[in-house]
C-alpha cells in the first residue's frame, strides 16, 4: 500500500480547467482528471483514487504538485 501519491497539476490553455495526472509505477496505467477551480479538482481526485485502488490500498495523502508557478504581472 502506498502512503502518498503525487499528481501533476496544469492548467488547460483553453478550457482553464485545471487537470491532474498520475502514472502508476510499471506502466500499469494511472489516473488523468480535472475540475473547474481546485476544490472542484480535489473532490475529483478523491473519488477517482478511491475507485482506481482496492477496498484498503487507496494512499492516505494525495499530493498536487502544480507545474506552473503563479506570475504576478506589475504596471
Known sequence: MM???T???ARDEES???VASWDS???TGGIT???????DL???LAEAVAVHFDDG???RRIR???????????A
Open 16 to 18: 482553464g480547467w485545471l
Open 64 to 74: 498536487l504538485h502544480f507545474v506552473s508557478d503563479p506570475i504576478l504581472v506589475q
Open 57 to 59: 490500498q487507496a494512499p
Open 42 to 44: 480535489q473532490q475529483q
Open 25 to 27: 509505477p510499471g506502466d
Open 7 to 9: 499528481f501533476q497539476v
Open 3 to 5: 502512503d502518498e501519491i
Open 33 to 39: 482528471t480535472q475540475g473547474e477551480d481546485l476544490r
